[in-house]
């Protein structure tokens, strides 16, 4: 039972930085398609 409460607190913990990596990549991308444009 310990074993299997471990996993899922880190499971979450991968969520979590899972989102804030997604958020990231989709801040970056649109400021990287902003400059694309602004170069255009």
Known sequence: ???SSRAGSQEVV????T????AAI???HDIH????QLSI
Not at 14 to 17: A, G, K, L, S, T
Not at 33 to 36: F, G, I
């Open 33 to 36: 398609s902003s400059l694309l």
């Open 19 to 22: 989102k804030k990596l997604v």
């Open 1 to 3: 039972m310990d074993g």
């Open 26 to 28: 989709t801040t970056w």
């Open 14 to 17: 991968c969520d979590e930085f």
